[in-house]
């Protein structure tokens, strides 16, 4: 069975560029869930989809938005690029919703220079 | 927003040592997982705990969740190079979200 994907695996933007990351879930999975982890830190959640809506989001600014797809892929935008963005960002997926066990991708790593 | 302290952040021991780190909140869990990462790649899940005063054992690594699961820990027995990470553990948030610890980055040297 095919992990959760993510792509593209390295992105590097300028400041002020928008940025967009994707993941696809285990197949079966409904709801994707975002995280940012800057280095040296732990995840901080960003958002969570579920049957296509936004479920819940972290404390983060607007200009950080997605989208889940009718085949439950996601995509995160990320707007006016600053150079704190820089992070790796997971996607993980999980079968049905809220807090079950979450599956990881392996990240993308965004470079804003 | 519940909080989850872990200890210790960094953790250089020997091969063969015994180890324990630990995930401390003052709010109360509907459940608990540990992950570890490894350089370049996501989380991966080792176990969920979800009674208090539960004890969940994995080869030679043991998880315990508090009996009122406000906190847990992981012992490994033993230690071996390839238990070198960064272990994570994160709490439910009533139904809705996973809060994580900033994580202990462990290094067992051969």
């Given at each position: ?35 940012q982890q800057a280095l040296g830190l732990g995840l901080q959640f960003l958002l969570w989809y ?15 938005s997605g989208r889940q797809f009718p085949n439950y892929s996601s995509e995160l935008n990320v ?35 | ?36 990462q490894e350089p370049g790649e996501g989380p991966v899940l080792l176990v969920t705990v979800v ?60």
């Amino acid at each position: 069975e095919a992990g959760v994907t993510q792509s593209p695996t390295h992105l590097i933007k300028t400041r002020g560029q928008q940025a967009t990351l994707r993941c696809s879930p285990i197949s079966g999975h409904t709801s994707v869930y975002w995280y940012q982890q800057a280095l040296g830190l732990g995840l901080q959640f960003l958002l969570w989809y579920d049957e296509g809506e936004e479920r819940n989001r972290g404390n983060f600014p607007p200009r950080f938005s997605g989208r889940q797809f009718p085949n439950y892929s996601s995509e995160l935008n990320v707007n006016a690029l600053e150079l704190e963005d820089s992070a790796l960002y997971l996607c993980a997926s999980s079968f049905g919703s809220g807090g079950r066990e979450q599956y990881f991708g392996p990240g993308t790593r965004l470079t804003v220079t | 927003t519940q909080l989850l302290e872990q200890s210790p952040q960094f953790l250089s021991i020997q091969e063969g040592e015994n180890l324990t780190v630990y995930c401390n909140s003052s709010s109360v869990f509907s459940s608990l997982q540990w992950y570890r990462q490894e350089p370049g790649e996501g989380p991966v899940l080792l176990v969920t705990v979800v009674t208090g005063g539960e004890v969940k054992k994995l080869k030679r690594l043991t998880f315990q969740f508090g009996d009122a699961r406000k906190d847990s820990s992981l012992h490994i027995t033993a230690a071996q190079p390839g238990d070198t990470g960064l272990y994570l553990c994160a709490g439910v948030e009533g139904a809705q979200k996973l809060v994580f610890g900033q994580g202990t980055r462990l290094t067992i040297n051969p």
